[in-house]
Each structure stands twice: as structure tokens, then as C-alpha cells.
């Protein structure tokens, strides 16, 4: 799950009316959306998962900057405020794209369209929100949002059709961001930690309970950093039951056993 930033958490407490923080950081206020005299809106000031009790909507925080045509985007803002730290991002492929980008759009369409749309049964909606999942109605394609490890979107991938790409689109692990323990929801490296082949199946086994991880770019891949493997005492790879698969698999069990050779990395069969 993303945590918010300061200038996020400002987003929610400029524009909610009358906006009340509890200690564990749940919020309650005036929903911006409709005339609220009876503060329908809540508000997790740690994750920025939202909701309107009246039926405005719900979602993540970039839904609601989007909601309220925020301008300049606060992902555009930040990397005009530290230069050097801009430099260094963009240097090495990562920027984030801003919240103006397409992708909110798709992202939106999904969340309001959940129960009209061909979504996986084994999907859950707050697995959807945390890995900032989206549809676009065009295509008939599911979006899939990569990340750094801060929770900034680096780039979105079409699951199939002509227009994979937008953005970053080197081999990378998803969801990244859940590996970083500053995050109110990060893998735990102590429990087993499932790596599978692609961002569907990624999402369906953490809808049902399971640390899941995928490869951006398919099988035949090892992103060039997998160092958030590096702790974790028990990986089971689990690819398509094919050739593409089952060589995959031996490639990406030897790069981890590279980093952690005290490890238990083992390779699923199919029955």
C-alpha cells in the first residue's frame, strides 16, 4: 500500500470541509463532491484510500487529485522542487508520470466500473487500488501500474494489444513499492514470498492472502535489480507450464541464489 507524502496529506486537508484526524490518522469530513452537511467523507491520512458514504466514489489519492483537477499534478510538483534530486530520477529512467497523465483516467474507470467490467473473480478491489490497477474502455485492456519504490508511477503497461508501453518500461519486479518497509503494507521477508509469471496472476494471488511478485517484461527476464529479493527465506517460482516457463524459472531461481545463498528458492511443478 502507497503512504502518503506531506503535500498529499495537504490534498485531503485543504480541500475536505471541517476535515476531523483521529489518532490512528482515519479522517472524517464534508465531501467536496456534493453539498455534505452530514461529513459523508473518510479518509485514511496514512494510505490516502478514501471514500464518499454518500456515493460520490472512492479510491486512492491520485484519484482524488484527479477528482479535483489539481494543478500542477503533486508528482509534477515534486520533481520541479529538488533539482538534484530530479537529475538523479531522471537519470536512471524513474521519473513519475504526473497525475494528468491518461493512466488516472483508466485507473478511475476501473474503481467506478468494477461491477461492469470483465474483472477476474479472484480479484479483490483493495488489491486493485493498492496496485493501482486501471481499464481502458478502448482496448478492453486491463492497465497496470509499475512503480519505483516510493509508490510513484513510473510507467503503465497495456496487458495485451498494440500500445504496451507508456512511460518506463525496462524489466522491473511489481509491485515494487511493496517491498519498501516505510510503506504501510510491505512484504514481510520472513513469509513465503510467491514469484509468478505476469501482473494478473500477481494480483489474483494477493487478492487470496499470498506475498506475490511478478517480473514486468515476462519469463524469459530478470530485472536488473531484484536486491528487495535479497532477505527473503522462501520463494517458490511459480511460471507458465511451458518452455518459455519452465527455463525462466531455473534463470530466475539462479539469480536469486546468487544474492541469498542461504535461501530456500524452490520451483513449483505442475501436477
Given at each position: 500500500m502507497i503512504r502518503l507524502k506531506r503535500r498529499e496529506r495537504d490534498l485531503?486537508?485543504?480541500h475536505v470541509g471541517d476535515l476531523k484526524i483521529m489518532p490512528n490518522n482515519q479522517a472524517s469530513g464534508h465531501c467536496p463532491f456534493h453539498d455534505d452537511k452530514n461529513k459523508s467523507f473518510s479518509v485514511n491520512l496514512d494510505t490516502g484510500l478514501w471514500k464518499c458514504h454518500a456515493g460520490c466514489g472512492s479510491g486512492a489519492a491520485q484519484h482524488f487529485a484527479h477528482r479535483i483537477k489539481y494543478e500542477p499534478t503533486y508528482y509534477e510538483k515534486a520533481t520541479r522542487k529538488n533539482s538534484s534530486e530530479s537529475q538523479r530520477v531522471?537519470?536512471?529512467?524513474?521519473?513519475?508520470?504526473?497525475?494528468?497523465?491518461?493512466?488516472?483516467?483508466?485507473?478511475m474507470y476501473l474503481e467506478d466500473n468494477w461491477q461492469h467490467l470483465p474483472v477476474p473473480r479472484s480479484w479483490n478491489i483493495d488489491w486493485v487500488i493498492h496496485t493501482?490497477?486501471?481499464?481502458?474502455?478502448?482496448?478492453?485492456q486491463f492497465i497496470y501500474s509499475h512503480t519505483n519504490k516510493d509508490g510513484d508511477i513510473i510507467n503503465i503497461h497495456w496487458h495485451?494489444?498494440?500500445?504496451h508501453w507508456r512511460g518506463e518500461g525496462s524489466s522491473k519486479l511489481f509491485p515494487l513499492h511493496f517491498f519498501n518497509p516505510r510503506m504501510s503494507f510491505h512484504f514481510d521477508p520472513v513469509k513465503k514470498l510467491i514469484i509468478c509469471e505476469g501482473e494478473k496472476d500477481c494480483i489474483t494471488l494477493l487478492s487470496n492472502g499470498y506475498q506475490?511478485?511478478?517480473?514486468?517484461?515476462?519469463?524469459?527476464n530478470v530485472p536488473k535489480d531484484i536486491n528487495p529479493l535479497k532477505d527473503f527465506i522462501d520463494v517458490v517460482?511459480?511460471?507458465?507450464?511451458?518452455?518459455p516457463g519452465k527455463q525462466g524459472a531455473k534463470k530466475m531461481a539462479q539469480a536469486i541464489k546468487s544474492i541469498n545463498p542461504a535461501g530456500k528458492v524452490r520451483i513449483g511443478e505442475w501436477k
Amino acid at each position: 500500500m502507497i503512504r502518503l507524502k506531506r503535500r498529499e496529506r495537504d490534498l485531503f486537508i485543504t480541500h475536505v470541509g471541517d476535515l476531523k484526524i483521529m489518532p490512528n490518522n482515519q479522517a472524517s469530513g464534508h465531501c467536496p463532491f456534493h453539498d455534505d452537511k452530514n461529513k459523508s467523507f473518510s479518509v485514511n491520512l496514512d494510505t490516502g484510500l478514501w471514500k464518499c458514504h454518500a456515493g460520490c466514489g472512492s479510491g486512492a489519492a491520485q484519484h482524488f487529485a484527479h477528482r479535483i483537477k489539481y494543478e500542477p499534478t503533486y508528482y509534477e510538483k515534486a520533481t520541479r522542487k529538488n533539482s538534484s534530486e530530479s537529475q538523479r530520477v531522471k537519470k536512471n529512467n524513474l521519473t513519475p508520470l504526473v497525475l494528468n497523465d491518461e493512466a488516472v483516467k483508466y485507473l478511475m474507470y476501473l474503481e467506478d466500473n468494477w461491477q461492469h467490467l470483465p474483472v477476474p473473480r479472484s480479484w479483490n478491489i483493495d488489491w486493485v487500488i493498492h496496485t493501482c490497477t486501471g481499464y481502458d474502455p478502448k482496448s478492453g485492456q486491463f492497465i497496470y501500474s509499475h512503480t519505483n519504490k516510493d509508490g510513484d508511477i513510473i510507467n503503465i503497461h497495456w496487458h495485451k494489444g498494440k500500445s504496451h508501453w507508456r512511460g518506463e518500461g525496462s524489466s522491473k519486479l511489481f509491485p515494487l513499492h511493496f517491498f519498501n518497509p516505510r510503506m504501510s503494507f510491505h512484504f514481510d521477508p520472513v513469509k513465503k514470498l510467491i514469484i509468478c509469471e505476469g501482473e494478473k496472476d500477481c494480483i489474483t494471488l494477493l487478492s487470496n492472502g499470498y506475498q506475490a511478485v511478478t517480473n514486468t517484461t515476462g519469463a524469459a527476464n530478470v530485472p536488473k535489480d531484484i536486491n528487495p529479493l535479497k532477505d527473503f527465506i522462501d520463494v517458490v517460482i511459480i511460471y507458465d507450464n511451458d518452455d518459455p516457463g519452465k527455463q525462466g524459472a531455473k534463470k530466475m531461481a539462479q539469480a536469486i541464489k546468487s544474492i541469498n545463498p542461504a535461501g530456500k528458492v524452490r520451483i513449483g511443478e505442475w501436477k
